[in-house]
């Protein structure tokens, strides 16, 4: 039913090509990936999961030619309410926010207490040629609607998930030293199926550890009194 549900939200998608996540070992970080490569852009984003998925957390890596103006991601498939995540290069560093819109306009910063998120294996991470942006997602899988109507859900334990990415290929961030700079429109956008019961791993636990080069891990805050409580107990579960 999940399955069906996702794969016509698909199916609606303006770019209907099968587009789906494949296995990927990036041999950098040694971590295994389900990844999605965005063949116009060549911008590629992969999620890792824990062996038996709390729901809660994921390892995401955002890969980009060092060319990319910016590039992010939709936890959910559709831009709009969904919880985003944008990343670009300044200065050698990256820039990184989780953000959210309430319409096909520029995304704002996501504020609400809850989701965390945390860069991993920072060190050799740009090169010349691309760079490629890890991070450990605390969760990033409930969020509230700037409204504060209700908070979506993406079900990590799942086999199946649907979740979108928009690139823009050359235009740089408006003040690209800020990492909630405002943006200019994506040149590109696309949602894909993402094959979430292979992207369990084993080694997700270790890795995670080792990709936080002695940094703490995060202490996610709980959802805060701003989630209706219908949410705060099927987040329970
Ligand atoms: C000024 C900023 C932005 C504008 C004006 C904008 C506008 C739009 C519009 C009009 C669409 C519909 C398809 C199209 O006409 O191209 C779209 C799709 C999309 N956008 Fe954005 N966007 C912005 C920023 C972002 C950001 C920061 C993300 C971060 C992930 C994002 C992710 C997506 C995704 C995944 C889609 C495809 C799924 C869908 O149609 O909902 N967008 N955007
Ligand atoms: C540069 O980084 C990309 C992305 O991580 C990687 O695929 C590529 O092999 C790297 N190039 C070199 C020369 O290490």
Not at 121 to 130: C, K, Q, W
Not at 137 to 161: H, R
Request: aromatic share 8%; with cysteine; glycine share 8%.
């Amino acid at each position: 039913m999940k399955f069906i549900t996702a794969l016509s939200a698909l199916a609606g998608a303006a770019a209907v090509n099968a587009q789906m996540t494949e296995d990927y070992l990036d041999t950098r970080t040694g971590i295994k990936f389900q990844t999605f490569t965005h063949e116009r852009t060549g911008v590629s984003f992969g999620i890792s999961l824990p062996e038996n998925p709390t729901g809660t957390e994921f390892i995401g890596q955002l890969t980009a030619p060092i060319t990319t103006g910016w590039a992010g991601v939709s936890f959910n498939g559709g831009m709009v309410n969904n919880l985003l995540m944008t990343a670009w290069v300044h200065n050698n560093e990256f820039k990184h926010a989780l953000r959210i819109s309430d319409s096909y306009t520029s995304a704002v910063v996501y504020t609400t207490p809850g989701p965390v998120m945390t860069p991993l294996f920072t060190e050799g991470a740009i090169n010349a040629t691309h760079w490629s942006f890890t991070f450990l997602c605390t969760n990033c899988n409930e969020w509230e609607i700037q409204d504060g109507e209700y908070t979506n859900i993406v079900d990590l334990a799942s086999d199946f998930g649907v979740m979108g990415m928009g690139v823009s290929e050359s235009e740089l961030p408006r003040s690209p030293a800020d990492a909630g700079s405002s943006l200019n429109k994506h040149s590109s956008s696309t949602q894909y199926g993402v094959l979430l019961g292979n992207a369990r791993s084993a080694d997700f636990e270790e890795l995670k550890m080792a990709g936080l080069n002695g940094a703490a891990a995060p202490v996610p805050s709980a959802p805060s009194s701003a989630v209706p409580a219908a949410n705060k107990r099927r987040s329970r579960r």
